[in-house]
DNA sequence: TTTAAAGAGGAGTTACATATCTACAAGTAG
DNA sequence: CTACTTGTAGATATGTAACTCCTCTTTAAA
């Protein structure tokens, strides 16, 4: 039901950053800012996503974040594998370490579809089709501040 | 993806109690051992859910915890809502926390759909239904033994 | 060459879920 | 009544995700 906040925080990175003409560098000051999220925090998730070849960073002034070539069209499961586990969308709903269609949890059957539809939407999503999405101004990236709501 | 261990715990032992004849009270220390959870943490669990007015609990010799009547044909929301907050089904996958109709997320019209799928599941499927599954042999409800994997 | 601005990396802190411990209250059986 | 068995409640401990801090290196502008 949920991501961590590492693969939360990731994922509006890397919109935000596919919002800008290809090969801008970003600050993590100022993604931190517009996402609205603790900034030494992200800092660490993206280097994280350095070390994935997913980024490139450049330090000293002018340096920051940028998406690497083709990364605006790389699926989110890509992008999360490198955060979670490689099987975290294996996860049992009771918790059972051991939980197939051989072994199955009671509720098994009935969740193994849901799962499967999640990892299909995050096959399919890419940081380009929703930095695209957040430009038609439809949706958006981050909480809206105290004095909208 | 997840839910808490305390979920977990819940829906696990609500189902074993509902394997025995109604009215059977089942020692705390039996359930834990049974799906192998730390005993404890367990009684917290059933403790909650006896503030909750889901199972009845009794001290002294011959006591224990059983199922309310009916209990075993309330669905699991209704149990998860004693543990998980009021609106857990709500969370947005990117972490808004504002994030529906009018002001979503840019994944939001995918993720909905599936939250509602789990949402149905959970409505459906009750302690009764999902003991009869386990005991029809093709379900299991803790997790193997080491010598088993 | 100096200086400021950025990311990198490691250690430390905090908060919360998870788990445990201890003392107690309530029930049962003899 | 006494002894024993069980759940209850509150305090405490542990583990881990989330977050922060400090120092270092790299880069480029002045």
């Known amino acids: 039901m949920i991501l961590s906040r590492a693969s939360q925080y990731a ?3 890397v919109i935000l950053m596919a919002m800008q003409p290809q090969g801008t ?9 517009q996402l609205n999220v603790p900034a030494p925090y992200l800092a660490k998730v993206l280097q994280a996503l350095v070390r994935g070849n997913l980024l490139y960073s450049s ?3 002018n340096g920051g974040f940028c998406l690497r070539e083709g990364v605006e069209k790389v699926d989110l499961m890509q992008i999360l594998l490198h955060l979670e586990g490689p099987q975290f969308t294996d996860a ?8 197939t269609d051989e072994t199955a949890c009671p509720i098994h059957k009935q969740w193994k579809p849901i ?14 089709k929703l930095a695209r999405a ?15 709501l």
Chains 1, 2 share one sequence.
Request: charged letters at 30%; aromatic letters at 4%.
């Open 92 to 99: 049992c709903l009771l918790g059972l370490k051991e939980c």
């Open 11 to 13: 994922i509006q990175a």
């Open 134 to 148: 957040v430009k038609t101004g439809k949706y958006r990236l981050a909480d809206l501040p105290m004095s909208m």
């Open 115 to 128: 799962k499967h539809k999640l990892a299909r939407v995050l096959r399919t999503e890419t940081p380009g």
């Open 59 to 61: 330090r000293g002034r």
């Open 25 to 33: 560098f970003v600050l993590n000051r100022d993604l931190a800012e």
